[in-house]
């Protein structure tokens, strides 16, 4: 395995930075502002973000999380990895460059399932930045780290598809931008049990859709998109809205969460190596009992705990990459698990380091380190806790040592 990266890679990572550092870290204070000052926070959009984004796309720093080099930057896992990292430095990075979940998700579940009509319709708009999407599959009355838990049902009548279920957590669709969602159901209750899951469009404009509310994350509205339960009763779509077919919905989310997992993971090493930046500057700038922070022993082994965690995490990070790249997602699905488990936990270890370091600042919003902390711990949770995956890694190492007539397989 080699995870250096190419002399392209190389250029858009110093790109991404660059802008980074110019443009978005300077901004952060100013979306802000431009938030709170208006009505409601979830009103409008901040203007500096529109900036922003025609900034990187006049810098050709767009859709870079595309493998496909017509509407992307054709890169692989792989090379997109550490621009990713780069965006995940800042909670306003991902969408700057239209490479911010759920959308990311959605825009590849389109383009890799979706019907020359859907992607005219919505993957094109998505693309162009012009509109955004939820994804609505978690549901409040079931577990639904197990998806065949879901009751939504969508129901075939004639030429429509009638959709009854409520969902909540469904992120982006507080956005005054956001147009689409992609709701997950049952077609078929008695199918097998793999089967009977459908993903359907569902234009947030049609009759029965309803947003109850939208939910915080330890006190963070996440403003303007927000964490949406929405109410979907007898909501009538065509039938041309399903996507790739009935029965298919357990597989799009499959091959639609892999990415999705591993985007993530790259943002949090972002998060973490942000903080310690932040962490390493603050204890060079104070002093405690006649000696500068940084002299103190104790924060040496933060210091280096920290740096030791965050490669761990970025070289399993890569590897998971690499073998999506290679052997696909399906073959990677235990690197996968594996690095949702650990990205997330180093993140919060990194980050506690660094807001314990900065005293009382540190949980304040004079730094991003409280909210990319309550952003961190929520990934323990989407695209499957820490508990369904720890499962999954377990019953796939379990299966290298099954014993067939008290003879260990494969002997």
């Not at 980074?20 to 926070?41: G, I």
């Not at 040496?300 to 965690?309: F, G, H, N, P, Q």
């Amino acid at each position: 395995m080699d995870f250096s990266y190419s002399e392209r890679v190389k250029a858009y990572r110093d790109q991404v930075r660059w802008f980074m550092e110019e443009y978005v870290y300077p901004n952060e204070a100013v979306f802000e502002e431009q938030l709170n000052a208006q009505d409601t926070r979830f009103s409008s959009v901040p203007p500096i973000m529109e900036t922003l984004k025609q900034k990187a796309r006049e810098k050709g720093l767009w859709n870079l999380f595309l493998p496909d080099s017509a509407n992307g930057a054709g890169l692989t896992n792989l090379e997109y990895a550490p621009l990713c990292e780069e965006m995940g430095r800042s909670m306003l990075g991902p969408e700057v460059f239209n490479c911010n979940a759920p959308d990311t998700g959605n825009m590849e579940v389109l383009y890799r399932y979706g019907s020359k009509q859907q992607q005219e319709k919505w993957l094109k708009p998505l693309l162009d930045g012009k509109i955004r999407s939820c994804f609505s599959m978690t549901e409040p009355d079931v577990a639904s780290s197990d998806a065949t838990n879901i009751e939504a049902r969508i129901e075939r009548v004639g030429e429509e598809y009638v959709i009854n279920g409520r969902k909540w957590w469904s992120s982006g669709a507080g956005d005054p931008r956001c147009e689409i969602a992609i709701f997950m159901g049952k077609t078929d209750p008695d199918a097998p049990r793999y089967e009977q899951q459908s993903m359907i469009l569902v234009p947030l404009d049609t009759p029965g859709v309803t947003i109850t509310r939208l939910l915080p994350v330890f006190g963070y509205d996440h403003a303007p998109h927000g964490h949406a339960e929405i109410d979907f009763n007898n909501v009538r779509v065509p039938e041309e809205n399903i996507i790739l077919g009935e029965g298919r919905g357990f597989e799009i989310a499959q091959g639609r969460l892999g990415p999705g997992r591993i985007h993530h993971c790259m943002r949090l090493i972002g998060a973490a190596e942000r903080a310690l930046d932040d962490l390493c500057k603050r204890v060079q700038q104070r002093e405690a009992f006649h000696q500068s922070l940084a002299n103190q022993g104790v924060i040496r082994e933060w210091i280096a705990d920290s740096r030791i965690e965050i490669e761990q995490a970025r070289l399993l990070t890569l590897k998971a990459a690499y073998m999506m790249d290679t052997v696909g997602n399906k073959k990677a699905k235990t690197e996968i698990a594996m690095i949702k488990v650990v990205a997330p936990n180093i993140a919060l270890k990194v980050l506690d380091r660094a807001i314990q370091a900065h005293g009382a600042a540190g949980v304040s919003d004079d730094f991003t380190l409280a909210a990319q902390w309550a952003n961190s711990r929520t990934l323990r949770l989407a695209d499957g806790p820490d508990e369904v995956h720890r499962r999954q890694i377990a019953k796939l190492e379990l299966q290298k040592h099954e014993m067939t007539g008290g003879i260990p397989s494969g002997s």
